[in-house]
């Protein structure tokens, strides 16, 4: 049978149907032209159906390009905190933190500027319940990363970077047996050393706090920036358990970590352009003194 005949014979028998549907889209459109109230009601409804396709397409287009907002947010928030170290300037004749302007008349006052990099990266891998966890990144030497470089979080310390490639990069979490990071109350004259002892993932500890030493739930824990690599007052977590250890008469603190590691996607990898002359001079120092 010729496709012309089928066609012919479809005509025929669903003409009635046909009919109808097109006397139907024809007194739609008449009523539509019209300024009656079916017409207006009519045109209502129309604006309402396309105005709710219209709005989910919107929608699915939003949620395809909140990667790409993400990251823009990302590399935004990199930029604004490394012009906000620019601001701060260590006075090495005070030894203290001042603020910019500086305006000093006697040379001998030497300034350095804070020379903090700070790195967008996307985490690509991360595990939390081994005794010794750590996180991949997508960024390597090829995009300035290094061994030993600061990782943190939107919300707070995440970690060392270990290992480098030419693209990627592992990361020592905090929630690493091997990863002790030296620690103070934000009163700031209280330090100490907070670790992970391999348990779970959202209590890390901090022990030898003297019993004198008053400390509420909630306080703050940050980095005391002793470490050539860590910087300052980056915040480690908030203390929510005490506990006296019977052995020693001291403190352990609970202290629940600021980054959530279970859900961590992108970070932020720091760059102390100052860490190398730190470091030089420093082993020329524990040279001479062996």
Known sequence: MSPVRTFILFIRRFFNLIFFLGLEIVCI???ARTKTLQGNELMNSANSVSGYFYNKQNDLVYYFGLR??????????ARLRSELAAYSAVDTAKDGKTSLPLNFSDSTHVLHFAEYHYRTARVINNSVTSANNYLTIARGSEDGIEKNMTVISSNGLVGRVENV???????LSMLN????????LKEGTTFSVVNWEGERPDVLLMKGIAQEIKVKNNDSV???GYSQYLPANILIGTVFKKEILKKDNTQQLSIRPATNFRNLQYVYVIENKMSGERTQLEDSTKGKNK
């Open 177 to 184: 047996v091997k990863q002790p990071v030296s620690a103070k």
């Open 222 to 224: 940050y980095t005391t």
């Open 68 to 77: 790409q907002m993400n990251d823009s947010l990302l590399n935004e928030n």
């Open 29 to 31: 459109v008449l009523i």
């Open 165 to 171: 490639s030419k693209h990627f990069a592992t990361v």
